[in-house]
């Protein structure tokens, strides 16, 4: 019984803290709403001709992001602002496309909303326009229904989507949040991620979204890494570009004890699934050890690409001439950010997952010596 009353006690409590902090949240949701309602009846009286004749801005605290709309009808423009001020957007309105031009020249927009038949300018010369002038900005169209075919066609010219008026409030506010999901992943896929120098152990656990360079060794264009031992020799391995490109690999092919390479020439061979990708060597000289190791289990090539994975040891023939070809430390970090780029662009239409490429392609794009030779 004891218990019972117990569990009915926490239950209860439970629901108690439950609606407390419901009734908080939509207190809170309530007074935001009444701020910008307050800034709304506020703002539109503000004389702003100085930036363009017909501007209108209201602008709200934490804003969720910045629109310009464009239309020669004021109604729809009152539309825009008391709907998507009142969810949480800076909107500014202008009822021109030059005036519009001539904004987005001066401010940071993150979307446009243009419609398609003003006396100035079309939607359609605006779409251009706004594009060319600010690739990052996402325009979006306003149509009638006479004019959708119109509007798609803006699409072909940078047009983010488009918007059929008229149009009711939720579902204004509904599309401009899907926009902002929308815009929001693609900038967060479009982003660099962050690339530092680490000692050779510490790359076990760097997080996925993150490179690192070996300091103390020195990466080569072939994405190999060269570190120069005590003893002279050279222990090389894939560096974290490429393991972090490839994903799984299922076996390692390593170099002949004995063997000689050119820098350029085929060193090793990694399998991925039924692929098989070529790294080249990133200097001259003779195969002095294999890490016999990875012919039974290759994942340390991944999971410890600077250290346990290390693939074979090379005494080099001419190092002096050869090692200014490498880089070491933070020039590297600079290279790695324009590799990352180049490979989200050469791939991403085909397959915009780092960890599943097009190998052949990968090869001939980033392994070119070892491809050649």
């Known amino acids: 019984m004891t218990a019972l009353l117990i569990l009915i ?21 309530k007074r935001e709403r009444q701020a910008r309602e307050a800034v709304l009846n506020l703002s539109v009286r503000l004389n ?18 910045r629109i310009l709309a464009v239309d020669d009808e004021p109604v729809v423009l009152d539309s825009f602002r008391r ?29 446009v909303f243009t419609d398609m038949k003003m006396p100035d300018m079309s939607g359609v010369e605006l779409v251009k326009a706004v594009k060319h002038l600010r690739p990052d900005v996402d325009v979006v169209v306003i149509t009638g229904y006479g004019t959708i075919e119109t509007a798609v066609e803006t699409l072909q010219h940078g047009a983010a989507e488009y918007v ?27 982003r660099l991620p962050a690339v530092r120098v680490v000692s050779p152990a510490t790359a076990e656990t760097i997080p996925a979204n993150e490179y690192c360079v070996p300091g103390g060794a020195f990466i080569a264009p072939g994405h190999t890494w060269a570190r120069i031992e005590p003893n002279g020799q050279v222990r090389i391995g894939v560096d974290d570009f490429a393991r972090k490109a490839l994903g799984p690999i299922n076996e390692v092919v390593t170099p002949s004890h004995g063997q000689t390479v050119k820098r350029g020439d085929t060193l090793f061979t990694l399998k991925h699934g039924s692929e098989f990708v070529h790294f080249a060597a990133p200097l001259s000289g003779r195969v002095t050890s294999e890490n016999s190791g990875l012919q039974s289990d290759a994942t340390p090539v991944i999971t410890s690409p600077y250290d346990r994975g290390w693939i074979c040891m090379l005494q080099p023939s001419d190092l002096t001439r050869e090692l200014p070809g490498l880089r070491i430390g933070k020039p590297v970090v600079a290279w790695y950010q324009d590799e990352i780029k180049r490979l989200r662009e050469t791939q991403a239409p085909q397959s915009p997952d780092l960890g599943h490429l097009d190998m052949a392609a990968f090869e001939q794009q980033f392994l070119e010596p070892a491809a050649k030779a």
């Open 48 to 65: 702003f001709t100085h930036e363009a004749k017909s501007l209108k801005r209201v602008e709200v605290a934490h804003p969720k992001a």
């Open 9 to 29: 006690m926490f239950v209860a409590f439970a629901g108690i803290d439950f609606l407390v902090r419901d009734s908080a949240r939509r207190l809170k949701v």
């Open 83 to 111: 709907i998507l001020v009142l969810e949480g957007y800076n909107v500014d309105t202008v009822e021109t496309g030059p005036e519009a031009l001539g904004l987005v020249q001066r401010h940071d927009y993150d979307f």
């Open 164 to 190: 059929q008026k008229p149009f009711t409030a939720d579902e204004l506010a509904e599309f401009a949040r899907k926009l902002l999901i929308k815009r929001e992943a693609r900038l967060e896929a479009q």
